[in-house]
Structure formats: structure tokens, C-alpha cells
């Protein structure tokens, strides 16, 4: 399998029982290879979704601290997210899914998890479609 960047839809759904995507998200993350990139702007948002659940946000931080993810800064790339942003001004696209897409601008041939159906329709590079892994393209 390819090398993946894990968006925060999976993210909650793993650590949140009672999310619709739970069992997809327990099930694919058994099956994700070692090295999963993520960014901050991701995690931060993970922390803010999961405490609906009363989930508290340092086991977010305990998957990186684990392995079970690797940390990309993406400090050095505001002006390519901002691009992003402003491409996509008249969709959904909010900062964490514009640092998804550039991660996947940066590391050609990988996959995207998500469970954010917008994803289909974003692109890298302006024209590129992103192989996802993602409960509705199964």
C-alpha cells in the first residue's frame, strides 16, 4: 500500500466510538502502513471535534508520540496553502483540508484518508485528482 496522509475525519472516527466512520476508521488503520504523514492544522482540528465526545485532546497527541503518525510542518508552505485557499474560495475547503492537499502536492504517489467527500473533487497541482481511502470510495 502506498504511503498516506491521514486528513481529521479518520482521526475522530478512530478515537470516537460513537462516529458513523468508527468501525472504518479501526478497520483501515490496522491495514495503514508505517509513516503516516499528518500536519498540525489537522491535529488541531482533531482536538477540537473529538472533545464533543469528552475525548481528551492529549490522546490525539499520544498517536504522534506513538509512531502511529509523523508530524510534517508546513510552516515553510503558507503561500502555496493560501493559493489553495483561494482556488477553492467558493467550496468547503477550510485551512486543515488545504494543508492535506499540499501535503499531497509535496509527496508524490500517495494516498489521502479522509472521510471528507470534498476530497473528490480537490485537486493537486490544479488538475490532479488525490487517490483516496475513504468510506465512500470503497
Do not use: Q, S
Request: aromatic share 6%.
Amino acid at each position: 500500500m502506498k504511503r498516506t496522509i491521514m486528513d481529521a475525519g479518520p482521526l475522530v472516527a478512530r478515537l470516537c466510538p460513537k462516529d458513523e466512520h468508527h468501525k472504518w476508521a479501526v478497520k483501515t488503520f490496522d491495514m495503514l502502513p508505517l509513516g503516516v504523514l499528518t500536519c498540525e492544522a489537522v491535529l488541531a482540528e482533531v482536538c477540537h471535534m473529538v472533545a464533543k465526545d469528552r475525548v481528551p485532546a492529549g490522546d490525539v497527541l499520544k498517536l504522534i508520540e506513538r509512531g502511529g503518525l509523523t508530524l510534517v510542518p508546513l510552516a515553510a508552505e503558507l503561500r502555496p496553502i493560501r493559493a489553495l485557499l483561494d482556488r477553492y474560495a467558493n467550496t468547503p475547503m477550510d485551512f486543515a483540508d488545504a494543508c492535506v492537499v499540499r501535503l499531497a502536492e509535496l509527496y508524490p504517489d500517495i494516498t489521502v484518508c479522509t472521510t471528507d467527500g470534498h476530497f473528490k473533487f480537490f485537486r493537486k497541482h490544479g488538475r490532479e485528482p488525490i487517490p483516496l481511502i475513504a468510506p465512500f470510495a470503497t
